[in-house]
């Protein structure tokens, strides 16, 4: 199959190196040519622009960082004008349903392209197994006909059709938004649990044999309490950018997003104190700093001084 594949940055270029040695025809292309430079050699065409990607592709993946850059490149770089009629937008990004409404309803309908939206979780190491979940909305039959092409970069298993376009997106959003809201919630319990004296290990032990329990404090959290790790394989300049999509979904639906508009005020002073690339898990060491000790089992270590 003829692929376009546009966005080759951390998850990215592992999808697209995935589809290349699936032997599918695929041109590439991104804001940095040199990123392409592992596709090229497996075989792949390089595109000098998102035109150009578009042009010949049956089906056209993107994978870009934000809704102004996805519109930027359907639009204005061309990529919508360029698709053949009847061809396949698949849009993997972190998006939003107005954004691809946009692309859709100035060239993408008139022109007979069809779009399903596809985000993804499994962050960068999903990307590299092949193994991302790939939430998807759009029609049933186009989700049946892009379907290989969707396992070829995910889990066969956890690849979802989540309803009509724009649920991907919702779907995505949603999962985020939940997960940086168990954070900041279990933080803040552990924190007031720890500074009253309680054992650390004791605590989390307690919360997961209560209805309280979560994959959070079983799984997620043991990269922090075990090795210190925050995980920067997502920044929290992507966690803003996500939490703050998220607030205003709720806000362009008339849903009140009191507590979801907390986590992001907490998200965003976390980015704040430890900078754009500081991992995901970073507003944790919000926490910390209240609690006077950072978070690890089997060992009181001091934190630094309390935010003010």
Not at 89 to 113: C, F, K, N
Not at 156 to 178: D, F, Q, S, W
Not at 188 to 202: N, Q, R, S
Not at 281 to 302: D, I, K
């Amino acid at each position: 199959m003829r692929i376009g594949f546009i966005g080759l940055g951390n998850m990215g270029r592992h999808m697209a190196r995935h589809l290349i040695r699936a032997g599918h025809e695929v041109t590439v292309h991104d804001s940095r040519p040199e990123a392409a430079a592992e596709h090229v050699a497996l075989g792949a065409l390089w595109a000098d622009t998102a035109a150009q990607c578009a042009a010949h592709a049956e089906v056209l993946v993107t994978m870009l960082p934000n809704p102004r850059v996805v519109e930027d490149v359907l639009l204005r770089g061309g990529a919508a004008e360029a698709l053949p009629t009847d061809a396949v937008w698949i849009d993997m990004s972190t998006s939003t349903p107005g954004a691809a409404e946009r692309v859709a309803a100035e060239v993408l309908d008139r022109r007979g392209v069809r779009r399903l939206d596809a985000p993804v979780s499994g962050m960068a190491h999903g990307a590299e197994a092949g193994m991302l979940q790939i939430f998807v909305g759009g029609d049933a039959a186009d989700f049946d006909e892009a379907l290989p092409v969707l396992r070829v970069m995910g889990d066969a298993e956890r690849i979802l059709h989540v309803g009509p376009l724009g649920a991907g997106y919702t779907v995505k959003l949603m999962i985020n938004l939940l997960w940086f809201s168990h954070l900041t919630a279990s933080s803040e319990v552990l924190a007031m649990g720890v500074k009253a004296g309680v054992d650390l290990g004791i605590l989390r032990n307690a919360l997961l044999a209560s209805p309280a329990a979560s994959n959070f404090l079983e799984r997620d959290i043991m990269c922090v309490l075990a090795d210190g790790d925050y995980d920067d394989s997502f920044a929290m300049a992507l966690a803003c950018k996500d939490l703050g999509l998220a607030v205003d979904l709720g806000r362009d639906l008339g849903v009140s997003t009191e507590l979801s508009a907390l986590v992001e005020q907490i998200y965003r002073r976390a980015k704040s104190r430890h900078g754009d690339l500081a991992g995901e898990m970073t507003p944790v060491r919000l926490y910390e700093e209240l609690a006077g000790r950072e978070f690890r089992l089997g060992a009181e270590v001091a934190a630094g001084p309390v935010a003010v």
